[in-house]
Every structure is written in structure tokens, then in C-alpha cells.
């Protein structure tokens, strides 16, 4: 069986109203993590930089703004299918994309594809894997204050 599914799409990087330049950007999406999509931008001059958040938040922000916290993705125009704004923020810094909408669309059916959305659930122990990774968090946590009293 599959388990990821990536794609590649050109997305404009607007640094400012009257500039912008095209960049190349990795979606990734892997069964494992099934909640999560990630963007790679590759900028130039600059290593690669990830962003992962949830698929369900890239495909609510094709259709209407969505997103609380560090990303914000938007239709362009809400009355059509066009292009999507995806606005990340790190503190005050924030860096502003523009995407077509449509490689989105197929990136995120692909997606679906592998894992249907609300079936992320199903996927082998998730519950498991989950409590595993909280325990671990816990413990990092409780080393960490024993470290610092």
C-alpha cells in the first residue's frame, strides 16, 4: 500500500504589492501523520522551509478563510474556484503565498484517495500511537523540570 502521496506546485512568494516571485513548493501528505499536510518552500538563496498543519484546514481555505493562529489560507475570490492565499506567521514576521487553486484540489483528492477524510482515525493503532507520543512528551517534560529545580 501507498503511504504518502507529494506533488510539486509553483506558488508566488508576495513579498510586497509590487513584488513577487514564483517558487517551487512540496506537498507531502503521509499516512502515518494523517491529519497533517506539509509545504516545503524552496526559496532562493535560503534552505528549504516545512510548514505542517492540518488537511482539513487546506481544504476549508479553498472554499472560505480559515485558520486561527500561524496559518491563514483564503480563496482569492469567494465566489469562484481561482487562486488561494496562504498566509503563515512566525511572531511578527509573516510571509504572504498565492497558489492556484486547482493542483491544491488534486493534491488534497490524491490525499483523500490514500485516506479518506474522517477515516484518519482507522488507521492502525492511531490511539496508540498518539498515547505513545504524549507519553513522551510527558516524560521529556517532567526531566525537564527535575533538570531546572
Sequence with gaps: MR???QAEVMMSFLVSEELSFRIPVE???ESRDPFAVRLTFHLPGDAPVTWAFGRELLLDGINKPSGDGDVHIAPT??????DVHIRLQVGGDRALFRAGAAPLV?????TDRLVPL???RTLGDFEGHLDEALGKILAEAQQNQRNAG
Excluded: C, I, K, T
Design 77 to 82: 475570490d469567494p465566489d469562484e474556484l481561482s
Design 106 to 110: 488534486a493534491f488534497l483528492d490524491r
Design 3 to 5: 503511504e504518502s502521496v
Design 27 to 29: 506537498l507531502r501528505y
Design 118 to 120: 474522517g477515516q484518519e
